[in-house]
C-alpha cells in the first residue's frame, strides 16, 4: 500500500507538468499573405510568443520555417491552399515533436528574413517572414508590356478589384455571409471567364483574403496597365428590404441618389480600418486632376457600365435600371476607366442566400464577363489583339481546345453563331479538340 501512493505521488507532478508544457504550446491562429512590388510578406499570428527558425532549401526553391512549441488549428488548414502570391506557390504543413514546420514553395529564388514582432494593440504575437524578390514591376509582368514591339498585338487588361479582406470583412449580413468572401469568389470566378477569351488578360488586386488600402487597390490597375478597373462589392443597408444589384461609375460633381452618397460614405471609412484616413492635400490633388482629365474616362466607364448592368439584369434583381454615379474613391484613376458593382444586399435575406450560392456567383460573373467582352468586342483599343481580330477582313482560323463549345467559341470571338456555322459549313455543333475553324470577319 505505501509503495503504491508513494508511487502516485511521484507520478502525478509529471503528469501535471506534461499537461502544463501542452496547455502553453502556442497555438497559430491565422496566416495571411500581403504582396507588394517585389516582395511578398506572410504573416504567422500566435495566441502567444514562442520561438522559431527559418532557412532555406534549394532545388526546388523553398523556405522552411520551425515554429516551436505550436499547434496548428483546422481553420488554418483549411486556408492553406488559398495562400499565395507571384513567387510563392503554396503552402506546406508539418507537426513535429517540438512544433510545427511550414515549407513555403517557391517559383524562384528570393531573399527571406523574419521577425518576431510582440504583442500591440489588437493584435497578439506575430511571426513575420518577408520574401524580397526583386520585381518591382510583378503586378504588370503578368500582362503584355505596353512598350512591346510595336506589331505585338497586345491583350486588354482588366483589373478585378475585390472589395475589403484581411481584417476588413466588409458588410455582415444575413445567414453569416461576410462581404469580404463572397465578392473574392465573383472576383475569381470573372477573371476565370476573362482569362479564358482571347486577347484579354484579368489581374486581380488580390487572390486572398488580404486587406489592401483603397488607393492601393487604384495602384495595382496603374501599375497593369489596366484597361479597365472592376471594384466588386455586395452591400448591407440599415432597412433589410434594401436590395438589387447596381453598378456605379464616377461622379466629379454630385450623387445621382441618396443610395449613393451613402455608399461613397461606406467604400471610403473602409480606408480607415488600415489606421491611415484620406489626406486632404492628396485628395486636393485628386480633384485637380480629375477636373482635368476625367471627363472622358467617366463616358467610357459609364458605356462600359451600361453592357454590364444590361447582361446582369438577366441574373439578378437591379435597384437601378441604369448606371449610378458617385464619389468611389477607388475609381479615381483619371486615365483608368473604372466601375464599381454592388452584387446585391447581404442584409437582406433573398440576397445574403443568393450570394452564399455558389451557381449564383458564377452566374453572376459570367454576366460581367459578358458585359466586358460585349464592350471591347465593339470598342477595342488601338493595337489590341482584339481590334487586330476586328480589322481582318479575310477573318481568322480558331483551334478547339478542351472544354470547347461552338457557341463559347462564337461568344469569345465577336460573331454570331449562325455565321460561325456557315462560315465553316457545320450541319450541327459538334466540334472537337484540334479542329481548326474559319472565324469569319467580324
Do not use: C
Not at 510568443?49 to 488548414?77: A, K, Q, Y
Request: net charge positive; glycine share 8%.
Amino acid at each position: 500500500m505505501y509503495k503504491k501512493i508513494f508511487s502516485m505521488n511521484w507520478l502525478l507532478p509529471v503528469l501535471l507538468l506534461t499537461m502544463s508544457a501542452f496547455l502553453q504550446a502556442a497555438q497559430v491562429k491565422d496566416i495571411r499573405v500581403g504582396q507588394q512590388p517585389g516582395s511578398t510578406r506572410l504573416v504567422f499570428e500566435l495566441d502567444q510568443s514562442t520561438g522559431h527558425r527559418m532557412f532555406p532549401l534549394s532545388n526546388p526553391d523553398r523556405i522552411v520555417l520551425d515554429v516551436s512549441d505550436s499547434s496548428i488549428t483546422e481553420e488554418v488548414v483549411s486556408s492553406l491552399k488559398a495562400l499565395s502570391s507571384d513567387v510563392l506557390m503554396r503552402v506546406r504543413y508539418a507537426k513535429r515533436e517540438n512544433g510545427m514546420r511550414f515549407v513555403l514553395d517557391l517559383n524562384q529564388k528570393v531573399k527571406a528574413k523574419s521577425t518576431e514582432l510582440s504583442a500591440s494593440g489588437e493584435y497578439g504575437p506575430r511571426i513575420l517572414v518577408e520574401l524580397e524578390h526583386g520585381n518591382q514591376n510583378n503586378q504588370a509582368k503578368v500582362v503584355k508590356s505596353l512598350a512591346s514591339i510595336s506589331d505585338e498585338k497586345r491583350d486588354i487588361v482588366v483589373v478585378i478589384d475585390p472589395g475589403h479582406g484581411g481584417k476588413d470583412p466588409g458588410a455582415l449580413g444575413q445567414y453569416k455571409v461576410r462581404e469580404k468572401d463572397v465578392v473574392l469568389s465573383i472576383g475569381k470566378e470573372l477573371a476565370k471567364r476573362l482569362n479564358a477569351t482571347p486577347g484579354i488578360k484579368a489581374v486581380m488586386t488580390r487572390s486572398t483574403d488580404v486587406f489592401l488600402q483603397l488607393r492601393d487597390r487604384s495602384r495595382v490597375a496603374r501599375e497593369a496597365n489596366a484597361d479597365l478597373m472592376i471594384s466588386i462589392h455586395a452591400d448591407a443597408f440599415t432597412k433589410a428590404s434594401a436590395r438589387g444589384a447596381s453598378v456605379w461609375a464616377l461622379s466629379l460633381s454630385g450623387k445621382t441618389s441618396e443610395m449613393g452618397r451613402w455608399l461613397a460614405q461606406q467604400e471610403q471609412a473602409a480606408d480607415l480600418v488600415g489606421g491611415i484616413s484620406l489626406d486632404d492635400k492628396d485628395q486636393l490633388l485628386a480633384e485637380v486632376l480629375l477636373d482635368m482629365s476625367m471627363n472622358s474616362t467617366i463616358q467610357m466607364s459609364l458605356d462600359i457600365g451600361d453592357q454590364v448592368l444590361g447582361q446582369m439584369r438577366g441574373v439578378a434583381k437591379l435597384h437601378k435600371d441604369s448606371v449610378q454615379q458617385a464619389g468611389f474613391v477607388v475609381l479615381k484613376s483619371p486615365d483608368i476607366p473604372s466601375i464599381l458593382i454592388e452584387t446585391g444586399f447581404v442584409s437582406n435575406k433573398t440576397e445574403a442566400k443568393n450570394l452564399s450560392s455558389a451557381t449564383y456567383r458564377r452566374k453572376l460573373a459570367a454576366s460581367i464577363a459578358k458585359g466586358v467582352e460585349s464592350f471591347f468586342n465593339s470598342n477595342p483599343p488601338d493595337g489590341t489583339y482584339i481590334a487586330w481580330r476586328k480589322q481582318q477582313k479575310g477573318g481568322y482560323t480558331y483551334t478547339v481546345s478542351k472544354g470547347d463549345t461552338l457557341s463559347e467559341i462564337a461568344r469569345k470571338n465577336g460573331v454570331s453563331l449562325d455565321s460561325l456555322r456557315s462560315a465553316n459549313t457545320l450541319r450541327n455543333d459538334v466540334i472537337w479538340v484540334g479542329q481548326k475553324l474559319s472565324i469569319p470577319a467580324g
